[in-house]
T-cell receptor
Framework: GAVVSQHPSRVICKSGTSVKIECRSL??????MFWYRQFPKQSLMLMAT?????????EQGVEKDKFLINHASLTLSTLTVTSAHPEDSSFYIC?????????????FGEGSWLTVV | DAKTTQPPSMDCAEGRAANLPCNHS???????VYWYRQIHSQGPQYIIH???NNETNEMASLIITEDRKSSTLILPHATLRDTAVYYC???????????FGTGTRLQVFP
């Protein structure tokens, strides 16, 4: 079964509005989660590192005021796309690491399709 | 993180072994080789990882060359459901932050 879960799986929003995507670790605590974005036929691009109890760390070129990340608990990180525009339409994916045998294994959520109209 | 090079696409007949190569010539001594795959419109799925010894699990086998500059992921009996993009990533163990390259699009045909 799923180890990391995202919600919603699909969302359509109007241009100028904000939309929140949730990422949950289901049976383990994750002090760090990661957010990726993927455009059609392209690879995953790391956007930011979500840190429980502290500010997120953003990759170069990612606007922190545009993509708000909150990691308020050890099992939940949220990504809010503010003032969404059509060019923000993309597949957003989160990941978290779970201790498993030798070292951690990174698991990914199912992804969230965002369409801005 | 070391960069990886993979062929953009490969085909494999159903039931045959799929051998997916990956070059990582700049890998450092403490970096692991990870393999993930992404089926269309889903999040990436963990397959296997290793440091220098060959590894096998229920999904696949990972063969790493002695100099660690390349590796091969082997799906022993490919099925249509194995059609996906396969990503080879090198990273420090427990780093958790994975940087994806372009991957190999594997098409399994009947």
């Amino acid at each position: 079964g799923a180890v990391v879960s995202q919600h919603p799986s699909r969302v359509i929003c109007k241009s100028g509005t904000s939309v929140k995507i949730e990422c949950r670790s289901l049976d383990f605590q994750a002090t760090t989660m990661f957010w990726y974005r993927q455009f059609p036929k392209q690879s995953l691009m790391l956007m930011a590192t979500s840190n429980e109890g502290s500010k997120a760390t953003y990759e170069q070129g990612v606007e922190k005021d545009k993509f708000l990340i909150n990691h308020a608990s050890l099992t939940l990180s949220t990504l809010t796309v503010t003032s969404a525009h059509p060019e923000d339409s993309s597949f957003y994916i989160c990941s978290a690491s779970k201790p498993r045998g030798k070292g951690n294994t990174i698991y990914f959520g199912e992804g969230s399709w965002l369409t801005v109209v | 993180d070391a960069k990886t090079t993979q062929p953009p696409s490969m085909d494999c007949a159903e039931g045959r072994a799929a051998n997916l190569p990956c070059n990582h010539s700049t890998i450092s001594g403490n970096e692991y080789v990870y393999w993930y795959r992404q089926i269309h419109s889903q999040g990436p799925q963990y397959i296997i990882h290793g440091l220098k010894n060959n590894e096998t699990n229920e999904m696949a086998s990972l063969i790493i060359t002695e100099d660690r500059k390349s590796s091969t992921l082997i799906l022993p009996h490919a099925t249509l459901r194995d059609t996906a993009v396969y990503y080879c990533i090198v990273s420090l163990l427990n780093t958790d932050k994975l940087i994806f390259g372009t991957g190999t699009r594997l098409q399994v045909f009947p």
